[in-house]
Every structure is written in C-alpha cells, then in structure tokens.
Nanobody
Framework: QVQLVESGGGLVQPGGSLRLSCAAS????????MGWYRQAPGKKRALVAV???????NYADSVKGRFTISRDNAKNTVYLQMNSLKPEDTAVYYC??????????????WGQGTEVTVSS
C-alpha cells in the first residue's frame, strides 16, 4: 500500500556532509510525522530526528547543531542534512512515516535503510 524509498547514503570523511532523502508512494491520506532512525553495528535502532506536519522538529542530543530534518509535504518526502559528520555517526539510517488512514488512525512504515560510513 505504502512504500518508502531512501537514497543519499555513502562513504564520507570526518567533517564531511551528506543529504539523505526518503520519498513515499502509494495510498496516502496524510502523513502526520516523518522521522529518521539509525542503527549502528552492535547497537539498537535509535531515533535521530522527527518532524511533524506543522514543521515542528526534535533531535537526539548527539546530533543537535549538526543535523537538520525537513519535509516537502507536496512530494511526501523527508530530508536529513548531515553536517560535521563524526565516525560515531556511522550506521544504517532508516526513515519512518506515520501515515494517517483516517482522521483517527495511523500506521507506521519503514524505508529499506541506507548506509552511512564516516571514516578517514
């Protein structure tokens, strides 16, 4: 019904930048919340940033001041601008959308994941 496709991952040196994108297609009434999660080797999946339909944002303390989340509601797309990257940012990054099926119900969908490696 709904599919999320991610792009933008890759290999970058410490201090570099990457821009991740995630676009949704399928049967969509509205998208209440868009978010980015990451899972580093040996660690559990953790929230990185979220943005609401009204544009309010929230970030994990570890990325505040370095990452910026934004969305294009007309394109059902969320972005994550990643600056001043550190080796500890290395992880598989996943987008997650809370999609409204009615005025009262939502369902979560995940992207396929995109790898980000920060290394000299």
């Amino acid at each position: 019904q709904v599919q999320l496709v991610e792009s933008g991952g890759g290999l970058v040196q410490p201090g570099g930048s990457l821009r991740l994108s995630c676009a949704a297609s399928g049967s969509i009434f509205s998208i209440n919340v868009m978010g980015w999660y990451r899972q580093a080797p040996g660690k559990k999946r953790a929230l990185v940033a979220v943005i609401t339909s009204g544009g309010s944002t929230n970030y994990a303390d570890s990325v505040k001041g370095r990452f910026t989340i934004s969305r294009d509601n007309a394109k059902n797309t969320v972005y994550l601008q990643m600056n001043s990257l550190k080796p500890e940012d290395t992880a598989v990054y996943y987008c997650n959308f809370e999609v409204a099926s009615s005025y009262y119900e939502t369902h979560a969908y995940w992207g396929q994941g995109t790898e980000v490696t920060v290394s000299s």
